[in-house]
Every structure is written in structure tokens, then in C-alpha cells.
């Protein structure tokens, strides 16, 4: 596991505490009906750039439910994992936003989680979605999740491939996380089923982040298997 080698230095406890854990982590998702694209309002499809960051939709704005407890993240990190959710597309903002409040109903209520699982969602109506943010540690990627943001892209990408836009709003997400030293200059950047025995996320969208120039292979686990909530889809 040469990766880890070179994480030595900034992150010493990750060498004595690899232990490769596989866990089942995908189950059915709760898909939320999507909403028809004949909703689709031309101006809230206008991205709205701050300085360097993409338009993120709040909790707020989604409607998120209050957080059942928070564990704060130790920046700068090392590590950016990309799930799918593995449920059903969106290219509206209330069809995603509706996406986005049935995760976390799912995440919640069946998995018995905290919150939604992932940092940040990406729909296919070119917005982010918050979901831990920035600051508080995630459920979407067992022992990795006090080392990395989980950015989950809203839908199934199995065969289909997340269109263009999606790829380049998760792009101006990171560098947005670069900006704010949220993760290190040189992170690496993996797929969930590097993390653990899963699908997720997706062998199209998977083929994509493998052309991605942080894109790191490595497998296993780094940090504590067992610490607080495991992964999400
Ligand atoms: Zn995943």
C-alpha cells in the first residue's frame, strides 16, 4: 500500500492502523419521485458562482432535518471519496432537492445515521448540495471517513455516464475545498469501492474518475474501521 507510505509523514497513525474492512454497505434506496422536466425553471438552472466555488445549495434551502449529533473533521484532508447514490437522476432544482431530502430520510431513518451521509451531493441540474459541508465529519465511506469529504453525484452511473456538466461542477467543487485548505494541495481523489467491497460508484462514472489527475489506486482501509457510522451508498 505505497499510498499510505507517502501519507506517513502528515498522518503517522494511519500506518499502524490499516486494516482492510469490507463492509456491505449498499442497500436498497428509498428513490424519491423525480420531478418532471417540464418544471424545470430556466433561472434556477443559473448557476449562482461565488468567488472559486460552485453554486452549493444549503441545508436550508433543501429543507435538511437538524443533525441527530456532529463530529467535527480535522482539516486540511488528505483524501476526496466519489460515491453515486445509486437511485434515480435529477435536472431540476426541486426534483434534486427532493432527491436529496429522501437520502437523508434514508440515511436517517433506515440506516439509523446521524445525517445524510455524504459532505456533498452533486444533481444533475449543475448545483451542490450540502450535506455534512465542510466541517463535520461524514457516513459514506467506512474508516475514511474522518480523512476525506464524500461527494455523492445524484443518480445511477452503472452505464450512464454523468454528463459533462456534473464532472465540471465536481471539479470546481474541489478546487473550491483547495481554496479553503479543506483538503491538502496534493489529495487523492478514489472511488468508494476502493474503500470497500461495493459497486458504488458505478463502473461509468468510475471510469471517468480514473482519468481524473488526483485519481489515486489504492484499496483497503486507513484510520479506525469501527469508528462511528459506516458507509453510505
Ligand atoms: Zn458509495
Redesign the pocket.
Known amino acids: 500500500m505505497p499510498i499510505f507510505a507517502t501519507m506517513g509523514s502528515l498522518y503517522p497513525v494511519f500506518a499502524s492502523l490499516l486494516v482492510f474492512a469490507s463492509f456491505a454497505?449498499?442497500g436498497s434506496l428509498v428513490e424519491t419521485e423525480d420531478v418532471s422536466i417540464s418544471e424545470a425553471d430556466p433561472v434556477a438552472l443559473q448557476k449562482k458562482y461565488a468567488v472559486g466555488c460552485p453554486r452549493i445549495i444549503s441545508r436550508s434551502e433543501w429543507g435538511a432535518r437538524s443533525p441527530k449529533s456532529t463530529s467535527n473533521l480535522v482539516t486540511p484532508l488528505p483524501y476526496a471519496v466519489v460515491?453515486?447514490t445509486d437511485g434515480s437522476s435529477c435536472s431540476t432544482e426541486a426534483s434534486c432537492m427532493s432527491q436529496v431530502r429522501g437520502i437523508q430520510n434514508y440515511h436517517m431513518d433506515s440506516n439509523g445515521w446521524d445525517d445524510i451521509g455524504y459532505n456533498f451531493l452533486i444533481g444533475g441540474d449543475g448545483n451542490v448540495y450540502e450535506g455534512r459541508g465542510w466541517n463535520y465529519k461524514g457516513a459514506?465511506?467506512s474508516s475514511y471517513n474522518s480523512y476525506s469529504l464524500g461527494i455523492?453525484m445524484i443518480g445511477r452511473f452503472t452505464s450512464l455516464t454523468p454528463g459533462q456538466e456534473m464532472l465540471d461542477v465536481l471539479d470546481e467543487l474541489l478546487d473550491c475545498a483547495l481554496s479553503r485548505d479543506t483538503i491538502i494541495p496534493g489529495y487523492s481523489l478514489f472511488g468508494?469501492r476502493q474503500a470497500t467491497s461495493?459497486t458504488?460508484?458505478g463502473d461509468a462514472l468510475y471510469t471517468k474518475l480514473q482519468q481524473h489527475k488526483h485519481y489515486v489506486y489504492i484499496s483497503g482501509s486507513v484510520g479506525n474501521p469501527l469508528d462511528g457510522e459506516q458507509?453510505?451508498?
Do not use: K, M, Q, V
Request: charged content about 0%.
Open positions: 454497505c449498499h460515491h453515486h459514506h465511506a455523492s468508494h461495493t458504488c460508484p458507509c453510505s451508498l
